[in-house]
């Protein structure tokens, strides 16, 4: 997590071992103990009232010797009332000072957080549009007439009908994996009719083991 890796070149901070506390560091003579959350309104009253048990948990094991500053660290966000009682609730810029010392901080981390990002961008449209291309297949199938309009009734049928439709099987659903989906996909677009490839006559498949020529028999003449 990028706000361990922070606090750790900062302050020397470490990923904690206790239950429900994320980062443990020492600043300025006070010891602090962090449950960091995305953003601010990250849980209910519940989950709230959890994390303060795993503060209070902390507490214990530590001992009356240590005293421990309990915080609640979002990564975003703002909140103009950090004083929670038992914990303080650090938003934002004021997190990120806290476990880095800079109070740019919050604004430094985004540019090798934006550089990284780009450079997953290419990976993460390929597999997106993997994904896109299966859907679309699929909905092809089920959903769709072979001029490639969708049939409704079909479609409000599989959605609100009494009775469940059956779900395609697993052989055709296995199907739609290959390339034959993405064929009929691109037919539909171009307006066509998807058609099943066909085998010319007398064309040796693709793999198939061809026969020797017989070998000439090769008689010696008599003088």
């Not at 609730?89 to 010392?101: D, I, P, R, T, Y």
């Not at 055709?172 to 037919?187: H, M, P, S, V």
């Amino acid at each position: 997590m990028l706000a361990i890796f922070v606090c750790e070149q900062a302050y020397g901070g470490r990923k904690s071992t206790t239950e429900g506390v994320d980062l443990e560091f020492e600043r300025e003579g006070s010891r602090y103990i962090v449950s960091i959350k995305s953003g601010p309104n990250w849980g209910n009253s519940s989950q709230i009232k959890k994390m303060c048990d795993y503060f209070r948990q902390a507490r214990k094991i530590a001992g009356a010797r240590k005293q421990l500053i309990a915080v609640n660290g979002c990564c975003y966000g703002r909140d103009t009332k950090p004083e929670k009682g038992d914990y303080l609730k650090l938003c934002g810029q004021a997190f990120w000072e806290l476990v880095s010392g800079d109070e740019g901080m919050y604004q430094e981390i985004i540019e090798p957080l934006g550089h990284r990002a780009k450079e997953r961008n290419e990976a993460f449209a390929s597999e997106y549009a993997k994904v896109s291309n299966r859907f679309t297949a699929q909905f092809l199938k089920d959903f769709c007439r072979e001029d490639g309009a969708i049939d409704w009734n079909k479609l409000v049928a599989f959605n609100s009908a009494t009775a469940k439709p059956e779900k395609v099987g697993a052989g055709e659903a296995t199907a739609l994996q290959d390339g034959r989906a993405k064929n009929a996909l691109l037919a539909v677009a171009e307006g066509e009719t998807a058609k099943k490839p066909t085998q010319k006559p007398g064309k040796v498949a693709t793999g198939a083991s061809k026969k020797a020529p017989a070998a000439k028999r090769v008689t010696k003449k008599t003088a």
